[in-house]
């Protein structure tokens, strides 16, 4: 298939796709951040229990993510865009993220654990409808390598942005409306408000008209949307289109699997602040500055990422990245016989690691998908979301078993309990060396991969 012709990304929908990640970086960070402590800390819901709660959502999100997928890539073969579903998604959002913190009074913990489950459920369904094909538009958008990271770098700062407004201003609006139940509901329609304000933006910024215009496809492009799934129940031939470009294309496979590895490293160390910032520095609020700590540097040193990888290659500069995080993450060990203010510079190292791990694999995806073919964007960037997805929920899943077998006791939001020594342990092991563990492991399966651009072996770095 003829490459898109390479046309320079307009302001309107640079704009307008960065807008989404107000959406997207919101959604991702702030249930990862707060959800399991809000069950366990305020609804009383045991940890074995919660730990259902928060993955059998992304599980149903992993499901439904291909057959997403394949509903945008129809769509884009119908009508030459993808934003119909994103504005369905956009719209019932805040439905159910808001009912996620609106538990009412009085119900039991398993009660409450079960009403968290079914409204995060319906958001989980709402944002897979909107980032499934907001992942597969920057294929769509230029066929030029450099414009790409353009995109992709407007995207990532204002996904630094938004995941340091929401994550460190949401705990600071929960805790400003009182705490409690009440401040998690304040909280939840505040977030809610601004996650619909961003995908909105996208909608509008990349338009019909405006996605035409950029894309410039050669004749018959939009037909191999359609051609490449036919009559073919959607949700089977997404699996099918997925799974063959993940057994295919090396590069995606490697890319994809590096990529989960450290969505499911930072789902950890998210999951976990707020336990360290209450049962370790002894300050639950806290979190807002551990937070900012570790997204803040993501502001400024995004456009050093982005240079640095002019010079040696997005590969190279995402080992780099990968590299610093894990290193600053094991330097957090500390916290073990020396908790302290002194965290918050490793943090902060972390977080200059933590900008170039969300920039670069996003920026290279799209060099990916067009060497593995277009028409398959949805099912790639489908199967890619699931994978995050996949990462992201595990995270907090794995610090609630892990504090289930330290003996973690769950309370109500009326009183802090003493936990035992395995369990603060063990959340100190869930926000250091397991995030850096895991992020090595990823290094480990970044040395096999080949950039599809360049065809040259990436830039190795042992970890």
């Known amino acids: 298939m003829a490459p898109t012709v390479n046309v320079r990304i307009p302001r309107r929908a640079v704009a307008g796709y960065a807008a989404g990640s107000v959406g997207t970086g919101g959604f991702g960070t702030l249930p990862g ?15 074995l229990l919660a730990t259902l709660v928060v993955i059998v959502p992304k599980v149903w999100d992993v499901l439904i993510d291909p057959a997403v997928g394949a509903l945008s890539d129809r769509e884009a073969g119908h009508r030459h865009t993808r934003t119909r579903l994103m504005a369905l998604g956009a719209v019932t959002l805040p439905v159910g993220f808001i009912g996620m913190f609106a538990a009412p009074d009085g119900l039991s913990p398993v009660l409450a654990g079960l009403w968290v489950l079914v409204f995060f459920v319906l958001a989980t369904t709402s944002f897979s409808l909107f980032q499934v094909p907001y992942i597969a538009l920057p294929a769509e958008l230029t066929g030029d390598y450099r414009e790409r990271t353009r995109l992709m770098a407007w995207r990532i700062a204002v996904l630094a942005l938004a995941i340091l407004l929401v994550g460190a201003g949401g705990p600071a609006v929960r805790d400003a409306a009182g705490g409690g139940a009440g401040g998690y509901l304040v909280m939840g329609v505040v977030i809610a408000a601004l996650l619909l304000g961003g995908m909105l933006g996208t909608v509008l910024g ?12 050669r004749p018959g492009f939009f037909q191999g949307f359609r051609r490449s799934h036919g ?10 289109a997925g799974l063959a470009a993940l057994r295919d294309h090396p590069a995606y496979r490697v890319l994809l699997t590096a990529f989960v590895l450290q969505a499911l490293a930072t789902g950890v160390m998210l999951a976990a602040a707020q336990y360290v910032a209450t049962y370790t520095l002894a300050d639950e609020a806290a979190l807002t500055f551990l937070f900012a700590a570790l997204v803040g540097p993501a502001l400024l040193v995004m456009p050093l990422w982005t240079r640095y990888a002019g010079r040696v290659g997005k590969p190279a500069a995402f080992t780099a990245a990968s590299v610093l995080f894990a290193v600053a993450a094991l330097a957090m060990v500390g916290l073990v016989w020396a908790p302290g203010a002194w965290v918050y510079l490793p943090v902060a190292l972390a977080g200059v690691g933590y900008a170039g791990m969300q920039l670069f694999p996003l920026a290279m995806l799209p060099d990916v998908i067009t060497a593995a073919g277009r028409e398959r964007g949805g099912a790639m960037s489908g199967l890619w979301t699931a994978g995050e997805t996949t990462g992201l929920a595990l995270g907090p899943a794995v610090v609630l078993l892990l504090l289930a077998v330290g003996g973690f006791r769950s309370s109500t939001a009326d009183e802090v309990l003493t936990q035992p020594d395995a369990a603060r342990l063990l959340i100190v092991v869930a926000f250091s060396l397991l995030p850096a563990v895991l992020v090595g492991a990823s290094l480990l399966v970044l040395r096999a991969y080949r950039d599809p651009v360049s065809s040259r072996p990436s830039a190795k770095v042992s970890p």
Request: aromatic share 14%; glycine share 0%.
């Open 33 to 47: 951040l707060v959800l399991a402590y809000y069950l366990t800390d305020t609804l009383a819901v045991p940890a």
């Open 206 to 217: 990349v338009s019909p008209r405006i996605f035409r215009v950029v894309s410039s496809p």
């Open 231 to 240: 009559d073919t129940p959607a949700r089977f031939a997404e699996y099918r």
